[in-house]
């Protein structure tokens, strides 16, 4: 069962997937939205870290809830979604924050795992597209939802078509992260007429793994989480379809201009 740790409801409503860890981007995405107005339901497979995280949030007076929710789990989607449905009865932006990154040593295609692979584009790709099907009645029964797909920079690499010359690095995951920005503009496509806008955001190399150490040029999540907001809380007739760090669109990757009346 899904545990809240705010039972007032007020404002915007917004799930963020991937929110279970304190160095995480997820949990700085929450943090900023709540400090927005919204209230933040915190998403993550470990239910007890991520109510701890969403505790910390109301102890700051920031609106926040806690679920458990594993993107690979149709059965856990489903009651995630009833929850929303019946504590909210509407989102107003789902940040698809969860990801898995198996294969980061990796360094070329050809030596891939495929089990990596599998594993990355089962929650990179498929779960991503499993949540926003489910989510989908509770993003129309709000007045502008946002859906915001987080991406990386070695898919603008792939398409440009210099990892070409040296080799993909963590090749499961850019691959998934690749179909994933072809899964942002297609959604886009499809939800036009709805007033739905849907994006991809590259965050940049953030700081949220030491434990790897190799992430010593890295940003904090907290300066990341911002462009990630900026594209959840877009103003009627903004981009859709495209692919943003910080505000700023990658050229490779045109989005268009959404009209809503």
Known sequence: MPITTDDTASGKVALVTGASRALGLGFAVARELATRGYHAILAGRDLARTEHLADQLVSEG?????????VTDRVSIADGVEFIRTRFGRLDALINNAARMPDFTTTALLDADMNEVRAAYDVDVIGTWALTQACLPLLKAAPAARIV??????VAQIAAGT???HGVYSPGYSMAKYALDALTASLAAELRDTGILVNAVDPGEVATHPERG??????????????????ATLPIGGPTGGLFRDGQPFQWVSATTHSES
Not at 63 to 70: F, G
Not at 215 to 222: F, N
């Open 214 to 231: 190799d992430e010593a040029t890295a940003r904090p999540a907290a300066e990341s989480a911002p462009g990630i907001v900026w594209a």
């Open 149 to 154: 797909n987080l991406s990386s920079a070695a």
């Open 62 to 70: 920031l609106p926040a809830s806690a679920i458990r929710l594993d």
């Open 163 to 165: 990892a070409l010359s």
